[in-house]
């Protein structure tokens, strides 16, 4: 041992490590995992942890598994809330400049939103403030992709999902499935959602609470926009007047993904967004 290893304990435990590893079968586990454990030395010296705070990680660690069910999953909360899910999504989907950014799907979205005429509403129960959005669908040289199909989903005016709260809301309210016209346009006719928050009564939300950080997410339309030869386009719409905006907790705002909901003279509200879709690689089409 040399004076060295007196003063960085960690860069030694990982330097350790990482020769341990050095023959293992699962060569990118071993990799990966001697990367982890040097970035936990560093932080351990850079802090200057103690055991309260081995402690206290373990503690939370528990109760996050302690709180993860076939119904909850508070791993995904809080790997959503870290940041992770997005950053892992933005790195998959990657576009090229000018092409609208993919983002997460949320746990909401259901396969077969029914299908909608042009200007036909996606509000069944026509529960809330009506909401009127003019979409273009385009390639990256501004040319429509016409036939695009464009699926919709979105909480009502409380932040509900029709299938978070199957009781108050009628089978496949605000969800549909628009196709662009020639033009690439369609006119998609809803109410205007409300924000909600994302579960906050377990670990990850006590953590949230302590750092002072809201669990509101802004409110949003997603959408799905798919069509032959182009990468499929999952993303969000959002409400540029929502003051969560700026901190939503699943990371998902970005500048090209924001619109303003104008008032109309009948008590409704209007918004135009345009959609630009990426070229598919050769063979795929998703992501
Ligand atoms: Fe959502």
């Known amino acids: 041992m040399n004076s060295g290893v007196m003063h960085r304990p960690g860069r030694h435990i990982a330097a350790q490590f990482a020769a341990r590893v050095r023959g293992a079968p699962d060569r990118q586990l071993a990799d990966r995992l001697a990367r982890a454990v040097a ?42 809330t870290l940041g992770l899910t997005s950053l892992i ?13 993919n983002t997460i799907a949320g746990p909401f979205y259901r396969v077969g939103a029914p299908v909608k005429c042009d200007g036909e509403s996606i509000s069944i129960d026509g529960i809330g403030d009506p909401l009127v959005l003019e979409l273009a669908v385009l390639d990256l040289d501004g040319d429509p992709v016409a036939g695009a199909a464009i699926e919709v989903w979105q909480a009502n005016g409380a932040g509900l999902y029709e299938n978070q709260a199957p009781d108050l809301q009628p089978d496949q309210n605000l969800r ?38 809201s669990p509101d997410r802004p409110a949003h339309l997603h959408f799905r926009i798919s069509a032959p030869g182009f990468q499929t386009l999952t993303t969000h719409l959002f409400d540029g007047d929502d003051p969560a905006l700026e901190a939503d907790p699943l990371f998902a705002v970005h500048p090209a993904l924001v619109t303003r909901f104008a008032a109309c003279g009948d008590g409704g509200f209007e918004a135009s967004h345009q959609f630009v879709l990426a070229r598919a690689h050769p063979g795929r089409e998703d992501a």
């Open 89 to 101: 999504e933005a790195q998959v989907t990657r576009r090229p400049a000018g092409a609208t950014p």
């Open 176 to 213: 549909g499935t628009y196709r662009a016209g020639p033009d690439g346009r369609a006119i998609v006719r809803t109410v205007r959602p409300g924000g909600y928050a994302i579960p906050h009564d377990g670990p990850v939300g006590a953590l949230l609470a302590r750092l002072g950080l």
């Open 39 to 80: 970035a936990m030395a560093r932080i351990v010296e850079e802090e200057g942890l103690d055991r309260d705070d081995l402690r206290a990680l373990v503690a939370f660690l528990t109760d996050v598994g302690h709180a993860s069910d076939s119904r909850r999953q508070e791993w995904v909360l809080l790997a959503d």
